[in-house]
T-cell receptor, first 111, second 117 residues
Framework: DAKTTQPPSMDCAEGRAANLPCNHSTISGNEYVYWYRQIHSQGPQYIIHGLKNNETNEMASLIITEDRKSSTLILPHATLRDTAVYYCIAPSGAGSYQLTFGKGTKLSVIP | GAVVSQHPSWVICKSGTSVKIECRSLDFQATTMFWYRQFPKQSLMLMATSNEGSKATYEQGVEKDKFLINHASLTLSTLTVTSAHPEDSSFYIC?????????????FGPGTRLLVL
């Protein structure tokens, strides 16, 4: 997997947008960027993934820079239930299943 | 869609006994399933990858004779912790590979917490 770097922790006020950055400067052309989150004592939850274009779904938006060396996950209106550890992962190879979890970013949404 | 279940959600057992954990993909067929382990305050560590109808591939340092994996169908994989010891106490999580748009994606189960006394 391409190495990803994320800040260890972030705070966000409830109702505001949470912007979680991820650096993946060694990513290769066919490696997707995946985002998962893990709420305490639960299994990871898939959020979104993308290759080149920005992506949006019902949970979040993913902004990928043009050079693909970094991306930002945006939760548009953070709620207390969004408090979790967020993982940015770039699995090796096209169609690869294997995910390597780093330490992620602990997002705390504050009332 | 893309729901993965695990059973049991938690189990307490005596040292030396064996424990079986089931992982099911409820609304899709998964040719590949994964088993992870997570110790307190640590990230998920991949233990093994299982493909339906074939032997699992274990990560380095994971004993295949201790952690038996069976993936007999496209919707069910089982992990059996044989002769469990207190150091095997952990949070075991499975995932199943499915399609999300154009790219394969892993969907995770809720996890099974194992406590070996």
């Amino acid at each position: 997997d391409a190495k990803t770097t994320q800040p260890p922790s972030m705070d966000c006020a409830e109702g505001r947008a949470a912007n979680l950055p991820c650096n993946h400067s060694t990513i290769s052309g066919n490696e997707y960027v995946y985002w998962y989150r893990q709420i305490h004592s639960q299994g990871p939850q898939y959020i979104i993934h993308g290759l080149k274009n920005n992506e949006t779904n019902e949970m979040a938006s993913l902004i990928i820079t043009e050079d693909r060396k970094s991306s930002t996950l945006i939760l548009p209106h953070a709620t207390l239930r969004d408090t979790a550890v967020y993982y940015c992962i770039a699995p090796s190879g096209a169609g690869s299943y294997q995910l390597t979890f780093g330490k992620g970013t602990k997002l705390s949404v504050i009332p | 869609g893309a729901v993965v279940s695990q059973h049991p959600s938690w189990v307490i057992c005596k040292s030396g006994t064996s424990v079986k954990i089931e992982c099911r993909s409820l609304d899709f067929q998964a040719t590949t399933m994964f088993w992870y382990r997570q110790f307190p305050k640590q990230s998920l560590m991949l233990m093994a990858t299982s493909n339906e109808g074939s032997k699992a591939t274990y990560e380095q340092g994971v004993e295949k004779d201790k952690f038996l994996i069976n993936h007999a169908s496209l919707t069910l994989s089982t992990l059996t912790v044989t002769s469990a010891h207190p150091e095997d106490s952990s949070f075991y999580i499975c995932s199943a590979g499915g399609s999300s748009g154009r790219q394969e994606t892993q969907y995770f189960g809720p996890g099974t917490r194992l406590l070996v006394l």
